[in-house]
């Protein structure tokens, strides 16, 4: 009878394991196993062994920024249009004054910092402009349409034709060396599934709204130009992120999906999430899926500028195995607490501001999870210059964190916790107008 059990268990483990690397992929065939393996390529080539050189790269980045620290809370949010341009943090001051933009959209492609800072998205392809808000083929989905777009094997730099509201039948498989933005135009992929970023690289999510998202029921769907295949039924993820590498989510406003906002899991790495504006929602973030699956341990996360808001709870982010540089980024609101971890990873906050719940078994900033003291004392886990406010308290633990290997070529410099309020006023997704600054 206890080796029935065991095998009972073990065969379970084995099915969630094996679903877990497939990640919704029905049959994982020859074209899957093959774009698997390339991705973990390009992931080894975009991880850097030397993470903290890159959070020193941001660090220089922002040394030049204005100490201006008077902004008030209530002028969060967006520019009216008599207002002088205010880019407030480093990425924003590469595109967003410039009144032209709309004649420019490709240098955004140059403004990414931190781990994502390598990526280009479509910048080397043409134009292509979504005119078709609809969804209802998803193995030959019609030109003028979002999946049309984002399946496509070239590069593609894709835009929006006018104010939109996409509702995707099933989850959107996006196909590498591809920027979605969202500029001139209010665009909400909402009521339906989410993005998903699997086993590609290269990959822009730039100025949408993400809202409502539901898990997706599967099916038949298109992936590329050359291939299609069976899907089981994801996650409700607003943006899922699986063994995928060169990846910048700036400027989207999320709320209220199924399961994640913004999940990264199965080796990914490389990744920039930055200026965006999150709100009501339970599980926020998860860097990393699983205490058994190594292969996150490459896995390079920058967290700057974001503000998280109103009507969350916890997970902003929750990490395993991998390196997260959380910095500058401004916690107004948190019910269980707001960064949190398991197996060891690396988390490096700084020039934060959290501001605590009232609840008093809530002030910890972050939680530990499935260890012991004993275990999670060795974790590096270190606040710099964070901004602690209505009792908000953040547990150190590890060693010392050696900084004398940043450089101003890899690493984000963050500012004090009370320049936060400035530095993610104009988070979320923009309205930017032609001929104007956005």
Wanted: charged share 20%; proline share 3%; glycine share 8%.
């Amino acid at each position: 009878m206890e080796s029935s059990w065991k095998l009972f268990f073990f065969s379970l483990l084995f099915l969630s394991s094996a679903a877990l690397a497939y990640a919704h992929i029905a049959e994982y065939d020859d074209y899957w196993q093959n774009k698997a393996a390339l991705a973990r390529s390009h992931a080894e080539a975009a991880y850097n062994p030397d993470p903290e050189s890159v959070a020193s790269h941001f660090n220089a980045a922002m040394h030049g920024m204005a100490d201006n620290t008077t902004i008030r809370r209530g002028l969060r949010g967006q520019r009216k249009h008599n207002e002088p341009c205010l880019a407030t943090n480093p990425i924003d001051r590469c595109w967003r004054c410039e009144p032209n933009w709309i004649h420019h959209r490709k240098k955004l492609a140059t403004c990414a910092k931190g781990f994502g800072r390598h990526v280009t998205g479509g910048l080397r392809g043409d134009f292509y402009v979504v005119t078709d808000t609809s969804d209802d083929d998803l193995v030959n989905p019609r030109p003028g349409t979002l999946r049309y777009g984002v399946i496509q094997d070239r590069p593609l730099w894709i835009v929006f034709e006018r104010d939109m509201v996409i509702r995707l039948s099933e989850e959107l498989i996006i196909n590498s060396n591809k920027t979605i933005d969202g500029r001139g135009a209010n665009v909400r992929i909402a009521n339906g599934a989410g993005l998903t970023i699997q086993y590609v690289q290269n990959v822009i999510i730039h100025n949408i709204h993400i809202v409502d998202i539901k898990a997706g029921s599967g099916g038949m769907i298109r992936d590329s130009e050359h291939h299609y295949g069976l899907r089981t039924r994801s996650d409700g993820d607003g943006i899922s992120i699986f063994g995928a590498s060169n990846v910048w989510i700036d400027h989207v406003s999320m709320r209220n999906c199924m399961d994640g906002l913004i999940d990264a899991i199965m080796g990914s790495t490389a990744i920039t999430i930055s200026n965006n504006h999150l709100t009501d929602h339970n599980d926020v973030m998860l860097f990393g899926a699983s205490d058994s699956y190594s292969g996150d341990s490459i896995m390079q996360i920058t967290v700057a500028f974001n503000h998280f808001g109103k009507g969350l709870v916890q997970r902003m982010p929750r990490c395993r195995w991998g390196f997260v540089h959380v910095v500058n980024n401004d916690y107004t609101h948190w019910l269980m607490y707001a960064i949190g971890g398991s197996k060891n990873p690396t988390i490096l906050s700084q020039g934060n501001r959290f501001i605590a719940p009232p609840e008093i078994f809530a002030k910890e900033v972050t939680k530990r999870i499935y260890a012991t003291d004993d275990t999670w004392k060795n974790w590096n886990w270190k606040s710099q210059d964070d901004l602690m406010q209505n009792g908000a308290y953040f547990t150190e633990s590890g060693g010392t964190m050696d900084t004398s290997k940043y450089t101003s070529e890899d690493v984000i410099k963050s500012k004090p916790g009370t320049f936060v309020t400035r530095l993610t006023r104009f988070s979320g997704a923009l309205d930017c107008h032609p001929n104007k600054p956005c």
